[in-house]
């Protein structure tokens, strides 16, 4: 079981950027960037596995795909979400979990607000 602690969320104009931070206590092979948009479910933004020997494998949500970067540093127990070329609809709470995620183990997240 991970605990989150998630950063680095705040109000961004459309097209600008941002990286999330998320300093995990415990560790998982597979951790996800999540996201909750008002009235909306949660969903996967964006996965990172550790296969063997720091390789990983990534895996993004089609609205996600070539504008969102994930990443970890195992050394730090930190995954990083790199948003680019943020649009409106982007806003929403980001979370980060387990992948799949733990239900004991959703931090408060960070907000991300995408308006001009």
């Known amino acids: 079981q991970v605990q989150p602690a998630e950063s680095g969320g705040g109000l961004v104009q459309p097209g600008g950027s941002l990286t999330l931070s998320c300093v995990v206590s415990?560790?998982?092979?597979?951790m996800g960037w999540y996201r909750q948009a008002p009235g909306k479910q949660r969903e996967l933004v964006a996965g990172i596995i550790d296969i063997i020997r720091s390789r990983v494998q990534t895996n993004y949500a089609d609205f996600a795909q070539g504008r969102f970067t994930i990443s970890r540093d195992d050394a730090k127990n930190t995954v990083h979400l790199q948003m680019n070329s943020l649009k409106p609809e982007d806003t929403a709470v980001y979370y980060c979990?387990?992948?799949?995620?733990?239900?004991?183990?959703w931090g408060q997240g960070t907000q991300v607000t995408v308006s001009s």
């Open positions: 415990g560790s998982a092979r597979s």
């Open positions: 979990n387990s992948m799949p995620p733990n239900k004991e183990s």
